[in-house]
């Protein structure tokens, strides 16, 4: 359960391609994760769907691409291997401090977590403390294998997209102008509620972010004081990416 847990977790940090680093907060209740691109593009807020007992305390992982080498390397993970998360006191306090793998040679390899000092300087993540939705929808699978063709296509000469409502339609568009390439997108239908200020998104961080979406695991949350919230539920734990907009 610990190696699905965390290889679950490096898909939705560093298998998106601009998260690096992680913050894990947990106790006998919840586990929970963080995280935050260098850009401040992306706003990550996790919780596990079952707590996890090896990750009690406040802690950081990073260098998840490492981890994710270490998660998949064949020499760690033949039928003889194990993982386990090694302990030590620090400051009085119980702390997750390395992962220690095995494979059937017997010769360990380590990832070592940051303490929880250490990530509270260098992994501070912004409280994001909600917003009142005026849009919440489920796309379809087709809307979002359109969403990253598009996507695909028109990144490279523009890196923002826009959504509005028209009638009971979501509307993606691409492009900022007459002058620029252009194009518009019904990305949802018979949508409840209206946004009343176009805002930009990134496409690169939203098209890896629906790269992980299937049917009925997504949800999408617009606000009108400029937020979008992308909610990924893997079976594992849920994942909350909030977008700030661009004006």
């Known amino acids: ?10 898909k939705h940090t560093n298998g998106l391609g601009f998260i690096e680093a992680a913050k894990i907060e947990g106790t006998a209740e919840v586990t929970n994760i963080s995280a935050m691109d260098v850009d401040r593009s992306v706003m990550l807020y996790g919780q596990l769907h079952n707590t996890v007992s090896e990750f009690e305390g406040t802690f950081g992982a990073a260098n998840l691409g490492f981890l994710n080498w270490l998660l998949n390397w064949e020499y760690l993970n033949d039928d003889g291997s194990s993982l386990s998360v090694v302990h030590k006191e620090r400051d009085a306090v119980d702390q997750p401090e390395e992962i220690e793998f095995k494979g059937s040679a017997g010769s360990p390899w380590y990832y070592r977590f940051m303490s929880g000092a250490l990530v509270e300087e260098q992994l501070r993540t912004v409280r994001f403390r909600g917003a009142d939705w005026d849009v919440e929808f489920q796309p379809s699978q087709k809307s979002i294998q359109l969403f990253n063709n598009a996507a695909q296509g028109i990144m ?13 339609n979501l509307t993606l568009g691409f492009g900022t102008g007459e002058n620029s390439h252009r194009g518009h997108l019904i990305f949802a239908s018979n949508i409840q509620g209206k946004l009343s200020t176009e805002f930009h998104w990134p496409i690169a961080q939203v098209m890896a972010i629906l790269k992980l979406a299937s049917t009925g695991n997504c949800k ?11 909610t990924l539920d893997s079976g594992i734990g849920i994942y909350n990416y909030v977008l700030p907009a661009k004006s």
């Open 156 to 168: 490279q000469f523009e890196p923002y997209f826009s959504l509005a409502t028209t009638d009971s």
């Open 220 to 230: 999408i949350s617009i606000a009108n004081v400029g937020a979008l919230q992308i």
């Open 1 to 10: 359960m610990l190696k699905d847990v965390l290889l679950d977790v490096v």
